[in-house]
């Protein structure tokens, strides 16, 4: 009874993924061992209801899956998710960081808008088959 109190209170706080996903994956294990097995369906979903906010989305497209995910395969979907959501904070920040480093481009708005539709029409009529 008290791994299963465990597993239902089982939050993620401040704990990356992986080891968000071993301390999980033990309570699992232990629950097997103790012969009170879970079905991997129900692991899932521990999990996903333990996970941050900033999962959702990737939540709400692996629940839709038809067939419960193996831990490997729900640890690489999680460990891509973090990377990629850590990754864009981080690009987000330098830029932030790193901008007054860059120089200033003295072109006015009007100069880019114009390059920008004349370069778009140029390859409008380009190739063998151009729309014709």
Not at 40 to 56: P, Q
Not at 63 to 80: C, G, I, Q
Not at 103 to 120: D, E, F, G, R, V
Request: hydrophobic share 40%.
């Amino acid at each position: 009874m008290q791994l299963h109190g465990s597993l239902q209170d089982f939050q993620q706080g401040d704990e990356l993924v992986t080891q968000f996903l071993q301390k999980a994956k033990a309570l699992f294990d232990e629950l097997a061992a103790a012969r009170r097995p879970i079905s991997l369906a129900d692991f899932n979903l521990y999990v996903f209801y333990s996970l941050h906010r900033e999962f959702k989305d990737l939540v709400t497209s692996l629940v839709t899956k038809a067939e419960p995910l193996p831990y490997a395969d729900l640890r690489s979907h999680l460990l891509t998710h973090e990377f990629i959501h850590k990754s864009s904070h981080f690009s987000m920040g330098s830029v932030a960081i790193h901008a007054p480093l860059l120089p200033t481009l003295n072109i006015p708005p009007s100069t880019l808008i114009s390059h920008h539709q004349h370069a778009a029409q140029f390859g409008q009529n380009r190739g063998r088959f151009n729309g014709n």
